[in-house]
């Protein structure tokens, strides 16, 4: 075992793909500049060199759509979105070229594309810069959607996106990019597709979304003696591990769904439809989500963390399902 940051983590993924397959290159704003903006490009331009990794004017649209004509031929472009607000100049090549090509074309083209978009909110950085769009994409078919939550994610979802033929959106949480796990040495992947069950418990299942996992894991620890409490990270919204999670809701008979997106329209209501679909008769309370608040993430640090959920917030969302 090791140490290893996130951003390590999301670094390693990027070189290990291009040692082994040689049509994966980077693209993206500032890429090519000291590692990128945040450091996630380090040391390829060194092994790789400009061919492979390709810093760009501020124009998502134009980069985007370079990498769907580099997916036709072939090749596996990596895309940075330095913020996810960003992603919405691409929603074009996106969303109507990416998703739509290998159906449109009778599966004569694959779109072996990988878009990494940084989301997160609690660095301060107000409405413009902080937004969770996940279930924007989560809604286009064609788009595969991941969160890595842990270092180990980081990598392992990575470079299974890198791998997969067709698009993958891969949202990392910035709050993460410096903080450090223990992992294996060497090379793994995360499947997409897999939840993981990061805590056993038998009262409540908690399904956490990105860096609400960590915030429902010591909410859940809180709670300990008082509520049993298992705690699921899908680490893919899409495809969606709906087996873990029915699985659970089986055990404990109680959901609660945690994002910090807002809850109007969230994942979260994905998540409870199909719960309702399969579990209908297991469950001995009503779902529920917790979500953002229904306004744009305001600057003041306190008033940003007010309008996520917290630990707190979470504890008691959970003593209100149970109780």
Known sequence: MRKLTYADAICEAQLEEMAVNEGVFVVGEDVDIAGGVYKLTRGIMER????????????????????????????????????????????????????????????????????????????VEAAQHSQSFEAWFAHTPGLKVCMPATVYDAKGLLKSAIRDDGPVLVIENRVLFYEEE???????????????????????????????????????????????????????????????????????????????????????????????????????????VLGGADLPIPFSPSLEKACIPQETTIANAIREVCH
């Open 48 to 123: 790789f060199g400009p061919k492979r990794l390709i810093g760009t004017p501020v124009s998502e649209e134009a980069f985007c759509g370079l990498a769907v004509g580099a997916a036709m031929t072939g090749l596996r472009p990596v895309v940075e979105i330095m913020y996810m607000d960003f992603i919405l100049m691409a929603m074009d090549p996106l969303v109507n070229q990416m998703a739509k090509i290998p159906f449109m074309s009778g599966g004569q083209f694959s779109m072996p594309v990988t878009i990494r978009a940084q989301a997160g909110v609690g660095t």
């Open 182 to 288: 223990e992992v294996p040495d060497g090379e793994w992947t995360v499947p997409l597709g897999k939840a993981e069950v990061a805590r056993v418990g038998t009262d409540v299942t908690v399904v956490s979304l990105g860096y609400t996992r960590r915030k429902a894991l010591a909410a859940a620890a809180k709670l300990d003696g008082e509520i049993s409490v298992e705690v699921i990270d899908p680490r893919s919204l899409v495809p969606l591990d709906m087996a873990t999670i029915a699985a659970s809701i089986r055990k404990t008979g109680r959901l609660l769904v945690v994002h910090e997106a807002p809850t109007r329209n969230g994942f979260g209501a994905e998540i409870v439809r199909h719960v309702i679909d399969e579990c209908f008769d297991y469950l001995d309370s009503p779902p529920r």
